[in-house]
């Protein structure tokens, strides 16, 4: 009988166990539930943080480069406007300079073209003392104009136009005051010339 009735309370102690697991099973599920979603939100956060992270380098990287754009620009753009004006002032330098080149050219042109029709030779000798006269005003004014191109174009960059022939020009000068030395003597003798040239004339056909 004792032993019966020991194996009925053993039963007993069993399935009480059994209901007491059977009202753990629900906390478990639900504690293991909120476990992978914390899990999962962990997760999601751990995503999010790296692409926040990805965002955050790849707009560093714009902002430097767009710096560097901007510095780039800003470089180029002062160069160039430097370039610009440069290259502007040299033209108009260049042309200014060629229009003088081309009217000193003209001018000088016409002087040579002057100076190669004199012919003291051809000149009747009665008319020999004006056309002389003429002739040396000519060869003056000549001579100034030459003296004024030389004296412009050696301020400019032009200064080694004429080969350095300001010096034998400062002489071509004196030889000027020479040849008006002489011409006004010239002028003054020359009644007595002609005098004495009528004289021998007469002379001869006598």
């Known amino acids: 009988m004792p032993t019966t009735q020991s194996r009925k309370q053993h039963i007993k102690v069993r399935e009480t166990q059994m209901e007491i697991s059977d009202e753990k099973a629900p906390f478990t599920d639900d504690f293991e539930g909120k476990l992978a979603d914390a899990q999962t939100q962990l997760e ?4 999010q943080r790296a692409e926040l992270e990805r965002q955050k380098m790849a707009l560093e ?23 610009i004006t440069t290259i502007e002032r ?36 009665d008319s020999l003392g004006t056309e002389l006269e003429k002739a040396l005003l000519i060869l003056d004014k000549a001579d100034e104009e030459y003296e004024q191109a030389v004296s412009h174009f050696g301020q400019t960059r032009k200064d080694n136009l004429f080969n350095g022939q300001t010096g034998s020009f ?4 004196r030889q000027g005051s020479f040849l008006m030395m002489i ?9 007595i010339i002609l005098l004495g040239t009528i004289a021998i004339l007469i002379y001869h056909f006598k």
């Open 44 to 47: 999601v956060l751990h995503t």
């Open 183 to 191: 011409r006004n003597g010239f002028a003054f003798n020359l009644p």
């Open 90 to 125: 040299e033209l108009f330098e260049s042309k200014q300079e060629a229009e003088d080149l081309d009217q000193t050219r003209i001018a000088f042109t016409n002087h040579l073209n002057r100076l190669e029709s004199l012919n003291p030779e051809a000149w009747p000798k």
């Open 61 to 83: 990287d714009l902002n430097h480069r767009k710096q560097e754009f901007l510095s780039g620009q800003l470089d180029l753009s002062e160069r160039f406007s430097t370039a």
């Open 170 to 173: 400062s002489g071509a000068s």
